[in-house]
C-alpha cells in the first residue's frame, strides 16, 4: 500500500437538483493526496470548496447528488461502500473539522459528554477510559482536561475551534478535512489555532485537507494548493512555485487580493465583477467576463486541466506547457 495515495478523486461531479434542472457545483475535479501531506483547496464562496469536502464523505445531502466520478481511499472507492461500511470509515479513517464550531457542538451536552459519545459509539471501550482519552485528546489541542465539564458556551471561539480538532482527532483517523476551520476568528486566535494545527500534524503524521478562501492563511502551512472556480480546478501547484509564479488569471487576481507580510508594500487589487450563476454558466471559458486577458478562443471553448510544469498544472488557454 506503501505507493498508493492516501486519497484520489477522480473526475468527481456534484449536482444540486432544482425544479428547474440540475445545477453543477462540481465539475469534474481530480486530484491526489499523499500521505503526511497538507493540501489547501482555495476559491470564493460558491466556488465548490465545502461540497468537495462533504462529497469525500458522502455526507452530502438532498438536493445534492454524486452523479459521476471516484474517491478512492488507500484504493478502495468511497462512493462504492455500503452504509455498514462507511460508518466505519467515517470518523475513523477521514473526520472533519467544520467552520462554526458553535453550531458544530450540541449546545446542551457537555465538551467530555460530545467527546465520549464518539468514542463509545465507535469504540467498544469502557466509560473510565473513554473518559480518560478524552481528557487526553483536550491535553493534545491545548485545553486544561478541567474543561470537560463545560458546556460549549462557557468557551471561547478559539477553544471551541480546538474542542472540534479534539473530535476530529477521536479516531486517530489519517486525514482530516478542515473546512475553513479558523473563519470568525480574530487574527490572534487564528494564529494559535494554525499553530496547533501544525504541530498536531508533524506530531502525529496527519495528512489535511485545509479548505479556505484565505490564500494567507493557506500559505502558512500548505504543502500544495489547489484553486477552484465555478466547481471546476483551474490550478493546482506546490505552494511555494503557485506564489512565486502563478499562471492562471484567476489565482494572480486571489493572491493580489490580500495583504503580503513580506516585501515592499503595493496596492491591493480586487478581482472585478462576481462569480458566474452555476444554472446559466457561460460557454467557454467561465472565468473569461472577469479576465481582462480573454481572447476570443476563451469565448468558445472551455479550458481543460494540463501539465505546464513538474507537479504545476492550470486550465487556461494564455498558457504555453
Known amino acids: 500500500m506503501a505507493d498508493v495515495p492516501l486519497l484520489a478523486v477522480e473526475d468527481l461531479v456534484v449536482e444540486y437538483m432544482t425544479p428547474s434542472g440540475p445545477v453543477r457545483a462540481v465539475d469534474a475535479v481530480s486530484f491526489v493526496l499523499a500521505r503526511g501531506e497538507v493540501l489547501g483547496l482555495v476559491g470564493e464562496s460558491g466556488s465548490g470548496k465545502s461540497t468537495v469536502a ?3 464523505a458522502r455526507i452530502l445531502g438532498p438536493p445534492a447528488m454524486i452523479t459521476a466520478g471516484r474517491v478512492l481511499f488507500e484504493g478502495s472507492d468511497v462512493l462504492a461502500m455500503h452504509e455498514d461500511d462507511l460508518r466505519r470509515f467515517r470518523w475513523r479513517k477521514m473526520s472533519f473539522v467544520l467552520q462554526s464550531a458553535m453550531n458544530a457542538l450540541c449546545p446542551v451536552l457537555t465538551i467530555g459528554e460530545q467527546i465520549i459519545d464518539v468514542l463509545v459509539t465507535h469504540e467498544r471501550t469502557s466509560a473510565r477510559a473513554a473518559r480518560e ?7 493534545l489541542v491545548g485545553i ?10 462557557e468557551l471561547s471561539g478559539g477553544m471551541r475551534q480546538r ?5 476530529a482527532l477521536a479516531l486517530d483517523p489519517p486525514l482530516i478535512v478542515m473546512d475553513e476551520p479558523t473563519t470568525a476568528l480574530d487574527v490572534v486566535v487564528q494564529h494559535e489555532v494554525l499553530s496547533k494545527i501544525a ?5 502525529l503524521g496527519l495528512s489535511v485537507l485545509f479548505i479556505t478562501h484565505d490564500m494567507s492563511i493557506v500559505s502558512q502551512f500548505a504543502t500544495r494548493i489547489g484553486v477552484l472556480y465555478a466547481g471546476r480546478l483551474v490550478e493546482m501547484a506546490p505552494t511555494r512555485e503557485l506564489f512565486r509564479a502563478p499562471r492562471h488569471p484567476y489565482t494572480k487576481g486571489l493572491l493580489g487580493s490580500f495583504v503580503s ?3 515592499p508594500r503595493r496596492r491591493l487589487a480586487g478581482i472585478p465583477g462576481s462569480p458566474p450563476d452555476l444554472r446559466r454558466l457561460p460557454a467557454g471559458c467561465a472565468f473569461r467576463a472577469r479576465c481582462a486577458e480573454a481572447t476570443a478562443r476563451c469565448a468558445t471553448e472551455a479550458p481543460v486541466l494540463r501539465g505546464i510544469g513538474e507537479d504545476h498544472s492550470t486550465a487556461c488557454h494564455l498558457v504555453s506547457p
Open 133 to 139: 482519552r478524552a481528557a487526553h485528546l483536550l491535553e
Open 199 to 203: 504541530e498536531l500534524k508533524e506530531k
Open 144 to 153: 486544561d482536561p478541567a474543561r470537560l465539564t463545560s458546556h460549549p458556551h
Open 261 to 263: 507580510l513580506h516585501g
Open 163 to 167: 474542542v472540534g480538532i479534539a473530535l
Open 54 to 56: 462533504q462529497a469525500l
